[in-house]
């Protein structure tokens, strides 16, 4: 092959390349490790450096960006791309039904339901088979020419499988992982952070500079034809058609019978919008038959025959009535907005994080603000910017207290960290904190001992440390409001199952600073009792796989401490376990610093056994890819964590690479 003529190997090279990228990010099948990728990737570019007169636009190498561009042309669409009618409830969707099933004179419709993305809708033209032209969608009529952008999308073909005139319609989006990346890029070289992730697209895509947009990661799924095909009857059918051409098609979509089965359809992602990596702000209902949408037409600017369910916001305006701050079990101060209660994504939302002082400041968020409330891609609401237009003069900026607001006592806020603390061990708020968290699932899983009861047994002075946990009577809690003989006897029951609670359930509830569960999970194993651990010095500490100067520390400084050295001899006392029941495994840990995640179907291993088995050698079973992700292990439908492996260059493999990786030590199994 390296003897080809150099127009020759380009081709070659070019189609190899163009196979790779179909595989790796429209299938995730990948063929080749990225180290063979980057080769051919290397040889493609330095021969058409050599050969400048071959480059073509739809070369793999062009998606890197070429020269900026002056301004954006403007684009006559040939097909107008019309905006579509909202359903926002139940009622919306029959009368929808109701006037199609009318007009086509039949008693029930054929619908396909697809995830409405929240980005930035795009036209793509293709000569034979060639991307020739991207534009915006604009006012529906004419929009923005974006093609030198729009060829940096690593998933979008620049060459089709089939040589064919077409337009397509697709939406251009960041991933949740993508749009963190970018606003924290955006944040160290003193940029302002992009509202949200359509936000981020439309200001990508809008950039003169290509090589900009090309760093951002945007993905586009495409979604329908401009115009029919011959031999193509139905939108499910042309979106096969696009599938097999290789574009981005979503495999969320499906096909159902009648506006009942559409309706669970859209219910359902009520609660599962957040499985994905990927903002959406509802579901697309369509007829799926071209003829009857033909019959069907338009009226004014919005097809008869589609029509978009809107699901609840995520992202709402209220008022920010006033700030107070929370102290964490740590000691840490938290200063958190207490909102005009709203409703977002289906719950009332009445407070939301505003996480440290610096972000109030770099936000310039003030008391009686008008702010926007943003609750998709995290669990906790976030106050997310200002209305600055909305301002009355009436608001307040907001001081950190200098003192505790639990106790009173200093709060200090070291140089080189954002948040600041309550340094009295002794704090109540902290002292109701560490018991929650103690008895929390996580740690100590003691079933009963919620808020309220941890409230009351601290207000009371029954538990001044976790240890008096341990020490109460039936008598002491039926004491208290609203607990009946009968509660108080399962709390009891519970308390006492759990102390055969593991030892790094038992470091992970000691509430260290620092240590969460992977690195008690870690500390137990290796040291195996609580007695060794207490005993290491820093220096070993440090020495430990996993364990960094930080957590060795924090480790020592907690151990260091007389009165954590009392409490965990109490705790001993008490009958709770201290040591590992784990035996050393004749193996080794041939994972240790491995770390894996699955996802998909799995066939040859259950989940849970995966996860065991690589904790048993060693290694760690995470629940989301990160870069320190090793290998993601993917199985058949694997979604959006395999998505977000490929975005940090994480390695994939298949269950049975991981079988074959794993084989040699499951002997003792």
């Not at 079933?447 to 009351?456: R, S």
Request: hydrophobic share 40%; glycine share 8%.
């Amino acid at each position: 092959m390296q003897s080809a003529p150099p127009a020759e190997r380009i081709e070659q090279l070019r189609e190899e390349i163009r196979r790779h990228d179909y595989r790796y990010y429209v299938l995730n099948q990948p063929e080749v490790a990225d180290v063979e990728y980057d080769r051919l990737f290397r040889e493609l570019q330095a021969l058409e450096q050599a050969h400048p007169e071959l480059i073509t636009p739809d070369s793999p190498t062009q998606r890197v960006g070429g020269q900026p561009v002056d301004a954006f042309g403007v684009v006559e669409h040939k097909v107008p791309m019309l905006s579509l009618a909202n359903a926002f409830d139940e009622a919306d969707l029959r009368a929808f039904d109701e006037r199609v099933r009318k007009r086509l004179g039949v008693d029930e419709v054929e619908y396909v339901c697809e995830l409405k993305f929240d980005g930035l809708a795009i036209s793509l033209t293709y000569e034979n088979g060639a991307l020739a032209q991207a534009a915006t969608r604009g006012d529906g009529l004419r929009g923005e020419d974006v093609t030198h952008n729009l060829r940096t999308i690593k998933n979008l073909p620049l060459r089709l499988q089939e040589s064919r005139d077409l337009v397509v319609r697709g939406e251009v989006y960041f991933t949740w992982t993508a749009f963190e990346a970018t606003n924290e890029a955006r944040a160290a070289a003193g940029e302002p952070r992009f509202a949200n992730p359509r936000n981020a697209a439309a200001g990508s895509l809008r950039q003169l500079d290509p090589r900009i947009t090309a760093k951002r990661g945007l993905l586009i799924f495409v979604y329908g034809l401009d115009w029919a095909i011959p031999g193509v009857t139905a939108h499910k059918e042309a979106l096969e058609l696009l599938k097999r051409l290789g574009f981005p098609v979503n495999h969320e979509t499906v096909v159902v019978r009648g506006i009942d089965a559409a309706i669970a359809h859209c219910l359902l992602w009520h609660e599962r919008r957040e499985e994905l990596d990927y903002e959406i702000d509802g579901i697309v209902i369509k007829v799926n038959s071209y003829k009857q949408q033909k019959d069907l037409g338009a009226v004014s600017r919005s097809p008869r025959w589609a029509i978009a369910y809107k699901l609840p916001a995520t992202e709402v305006t209220t008022t920010l009535e006033d700030i107070i701050v929370s102290v964490g079990r740590t000691g840490a101060l938290t200063p958190v907005a207490v909102l005009t209660p709203c409703e977002i994504a289906g719950t009332i939302v009445k407070r939301a994080t505003l996480h440290n002082e610096d972000e109030i400041r770099r936000k310039d968020i003030r008391i009686g603000d008008t702010v926007v409330v943003h609750k998709a891609g995290a669990v906790i609401p976030e106050v997310l910017s200002v209305i600055e237009s909305k301002r009355t003069g009436n608001e307040r900026l907001f001081v950190m207290p200098t003192e505790c607001p639990e106790c009173g006592s200093q709060v200090d806020r070291p140089p080189d960290e954002a948040v600041a603390r309550c340094m009295n061990a002794n704090c109540p708020a902290q002292l109701k904190e560490h018991v929650r968290h103690f008895a929390s699932r996580r740690a100590m899983d003691i079933e009963g001992f919620g808020e309220q009861l941890v409230n009351q047994l601290v207000e009371a002075g029954h538990v001044r440390n976790v240890a008096d946990v341990f020490c109460l009577g039936e008598e002491t809690l039926t004491n208290l409001e609203r607990v009946g003989t009968i509660l108080a006897r399962k709390v009891l029951a519970n308390i006492e199952a759990s102390k055969q609670q593991s030892l790094a359930r038992l470091i992970y509830a000691l509430g260290i600073r620092h240590v969460g569960e992977h690195v008690a999970e870690v500390l137990a194993d290796h040291y195996g009792n609580m007695e060794a651990l207490m005993s290491a010095s820093e220096e070993d500490l440090v020495l430990v796989h996993e364990i960094g100067p930080e957590i060795a520390r924090s480790v020592h400084f907690f151990f260091g401490q007389e009165k954590n050295r009392e409490l965990v001899a109490r705790l001993a006392e008490a009958g709770v376990r201290m040591k590992s029941d784990k035996a050393p495994r004749a193996g080794g840990v041939p994972l240790a610093g491995k770390t894996f995640v699955f996802t998909g179907k799995l066939e040859r291993f259950k989940r849970e056994d995966a996860e065991v088995l690589v904790k048993s050698l060693g290694g760690r079973a995470a629940g989301s890819v990160s870069a320190k992700t090793s290998y993601v292990v993917a199985g058949d439908d694997a979604g959006s964590k395999l998505e977000k492996a490929r975005l940090l260059n994480v390695a994939v493999i298949t269950e049975a690479d991981f079988e074959e990786m794993v084989a040699p030590f499951r002997s003792g199994d």
